[in-house]
């Protein structure tokens, strides 16, 4: 191997052609996923324009504006205020915001994912039933797909399920042979939701989430997560968040063969548009910077509250 004076790695850096020549990854919006926030009514996010709030009516606008600049996939998100209860049966109510929302954006172009979860529906905010002050895995099992069927019977073309029961992933392969099930793997209990969860209304009443998700100290487990949803038969993994998990993804990327998907979730996005509120940082630079990262990790596909904005910048 030849080395300084020979080798001067400079020379590829000098102009911005020869730089895009010897580029080692790119961003193409078809492998991005906007996610959209549907409920009974439209509220602008100013801070986070990625996070506001879309009705019935208004998400299908939006879907339009997303495919005229060039978005190829969106995954929503209900909020169903009001209609609350123990068991979340707003998720799996044939007449939910979610399956509205999805009959309404039947006709778009748009590729059509759902998070399956029940958070945003129960009244006590976590992702399954309570029963003696803990999330009872075997007795959401059958909530969770009844979510997805239904979800894919009002249009869904793939369902996500985040909710992080174990077997979850079996319980909807069950149900749906048919169905691309984009299974987020690895999520971890992580304080980078804080932004969603005020966006969602879907925080927790009581405890906290790491009964179920993730300990943000594992990495081999991450592992193990993945390795048990390619067994239950999921399609996509997801490793979520993306920024401080970018070692899952990669130890993801190596072992499994499967399309790998990274979640850049609201905390990640809300920190940036932030301190370029605060004029510490320009926005557009640092975002291409994390989602630049995030695929160079490995992430096949990148869902992130910034794929609008990025359609105007690619
Ligand atoms: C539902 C769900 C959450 C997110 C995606 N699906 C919240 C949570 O687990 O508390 C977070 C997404 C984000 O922060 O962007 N379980």
Redesign the pocket.
Known sequence: MSSFPVTRLRRLRRTSGIRSLVRETRLDLGDFVM?LFVGPEAFANDDLPG?ARHSVESVVAEAEELVRLGVRAVIL?GIPDEDKDEEGSGAYDDDGIVQRALRGLGGSDLVLLT?V????YTSHGH?GVIRDGEVSNDETLELIARTAVSHVDAGAHAV?P???MDGRVAAIREELPDTPIVA?SA?Y??A??????EA?E???AFGD?RGY?MDPANVREALRECEQDVAEGADVLMI??ALPYLDVIRAARERFDLPLAA???????AMVKAAAAKGFLDERQAALETLTAIKRAGADLV?S?WTKELASWL
């Open positions: 996610p996070l998100f998070d979860c029940l958070c945003e992702c996500c985040s909710d992080m987020y999520k209990a992580s980078f939701y804080g932004p969603f969860r969602a879907s925080a927790p989430r998700q979520k968040p979640y850049n979730v609201s905390g990640e996005y869902v509250y």
